[in-house]
């Protein structure tokens, strides 16, 4: 694995000698099986704003929230057997009268460790006199039980194995090559073509302007991956909670396979 650019909220890395199969697979553990934390129950005390209780709660359920993963385990892996702790839940509660606007940030939290990541989100304007009261439980859960517990956008494709015969490339074809790639994969030094085939979309332009000169393939066991957050993990923090999830997979696996014997 190489990295090839990070920030807050996004990665982009290199994953060689793997198969379709396991590039397919890290990325659903990515999106849909990676714990995060979002709200699951609301108690509304008061709600005499223009939306119902069940619209409000559904944008709750949407905001993502900060947390350590470290700290708080799935509710049906707690020692508490389920029932609720500070381990595995934490309450958010807001009361605000209006005229305003009621955004994420003003989500009041038991435990600092858990807060929404964007403090601007709105949830619902309130008129002159309305108001706003309710308690909101959050919890870890996965992606794939529901979207708001999604970790990240994730896609893959092949790295593209480029090869250019410039020996049947006239100087003006060349500049022609350089200009029809939609991705700008091709600089011209002086005479001479470079080639980054790491922004390479495999759209084989390229190829079908110039078949006699230009080759692209991709490199079946080699993958590029985008990973963006959508939740209260930094993005290469939810690659290795994905490959802790795997392990414990293939553990499990293993573990089942000694019952057949």
């Not at 650019?5 to 099986?33: H, I, P, Q, W």
């Not at 495999?202 to 991956?225: G, Q, W, Y």
Request: proline share 5%.
């Amino acid at each position: 694995m190489k990295i090839i650019s990070k920030d807050d909220e996004k990665v982009k890395f290199l994953l060689t000698g793997v198969s379709y199969g396991f590039a397919n697979f890290l990325r659903r553990v990515m999106m849909s099986e990676v714990p995060t934390m979002a709200i699951e129950w609301v108690d509304f005390h008061k709600n005499s704003s223009a939306l119902w209780d069940e619209i409000i709660a559904h944008r709750l359920g949407l905001i993502p929230l900060t947390f350590d993963p470290e700290y708080f385990n799935m509710p049906d892996e707690c020692t508490c057997d389920g029932k609720g702790c500070s381990h595995c839940q934490v309450m958010l509660v807001l009361d605000k009268i209006g005229p305003c606007t009621v955004y994420s940030g003003d989500l009041k939290t038991t435990d600092e460790r858990v807060k929404p990541v964007f403090d601007k989100i709105p949830i619902v304007e309130l008129l002159e006199g309305e108001e706003l009261k309710f308690e909101a439980i959050a919890q870890l859960g996965v992606g794939r039980e529901h979207a708001k517990w999604q970790a990240a956008n994730v896609g893959y494709q092949n790295l593209a194995v480029i090869e250019v015969n410039e020996k049947k490339l006239s100087e003006r074809d060349r500049k022609k090559l350089v200009e029809v790639c939609p991705r700008k994969v091709f600089t011209l030094k002086g005479k001479k073509i470079e080639i980054d085939p790491l922004k390479c979309s495999l759209c084989m332009r390229c190829s079908e302007e110039f078949p006699k000169a230009v080759s692209v393939k991709p490199d079946v066991e080699t993958f590029i991956f985008r990973v963006e957050t959508v939740c209260g993990l930094k993005p290469e923090e939810i690659v290795r909670q994905a490959i802790k999830v795997i392990e414990s997979k293939l553990k499990e696996f293993k573990s089942d396979l000694k019952k057949l014997k």
